[in-house]
């Protein structure tokens, strides 16, 4: 793990009691180090309608928090995460940042040394009129992506 990498972790770290980064900063951790995962909680549908971030293929994985259709907790979710060693850092991507925070502290809860929430998640939080993207999150930084 370079310099880059060490200092934005103790950013997220001392964020507050769910380590967080703001976009721009998890692009720039996921740029300098190869060994960063992302983890895109969102449903299937979410990444199909919406779209997702464009990184590198190994550095991306999609494990749904939530299983749609029903919103049921994914039963599945912490053997998933497994497939990772404990020391692998983890940033967790959802639409706005609220499934993504409970999948940190998931992580955390489980073992896992660094856990990251994206501030604002991939479409931030809603506009006054109703809209996503415009507010705060990956899109609205302007970080490469791809919709649908």
């Known amino acids: 793990m370079n310099k880059i990498s060490k200092d934005l972790i103790k950013k997220a ?3 507050g009691s769910i380590p967080a ?10 740029e300098n180090d ?10 299937r549908a979410e990444i199909d309608w919406i779209g997702k971030p464009v990184i590198k293929a190994e550095q991306y ?5 939530l299983i749609y259709p029903g919103s049921a907790q994914n039963p599945d979710f912490l053997n998933s995460l497994n497939n990772f060693s ?44 109703g809209h996503r993207k415009s507010v705060d999150g990956w899109c609205q930084a302007g970080l ?3 919709g649908a």
């Open 13 to 15: 770290q001392s964020y």
């Open 61 to 65: 994985v999609h494990i749904e928090w």
């Open 21 to 30: 980064l703001q976009p721009k900063d998890v692009y720039e951790l996921i």
């Open 86 to 129: 404990k020391d692998t850092a983890l940033v967790f991507l959802c639409r706005s940042g609220i499934r993504s925070k409970m999948a940190v502290q998931s992580a955390l809860d489980n073992g896992f040394e660094t856990a990251i929430d994206v501030i604002g998640g991939f479409e931030g939080q809603r506009n006054n009129y």
């Open 34 to 43: 190869s060994s960063v995962i992302l983890v895109d909680v969102r449903t």
């Open 144 to 146: 490469p992506w791809v």
